[in-house]
């Protein structure tokens, strides 16, 4: 697989973990953040809903 193929990071290089274990700047929790660099791309994408939905829940 080619490094253009992978699912990129979310990281915003604002790295800070909340009372929750998940991060102020890209949402990911603790152990995402840990194993995403052993992820498939499809557990990579799983993330990526997952943060998408605990933003949701910041913005309201």
Known sequence: MKVADKV???CVSICALD???IC?????????????S??????RRDVLRKVAERESKVLV
């Open 24 to 36: 102020v700047g890209c949402h990911r929790s603790g152990e995402e953040i840990t194993r995403w």
């Open 38 to 43: 052993r992820m498939s791309n499809e557990e």
């Open 8 to 10: 990129r990071s979310p």
């Open 19 to 21: 009372e929750n274990d």
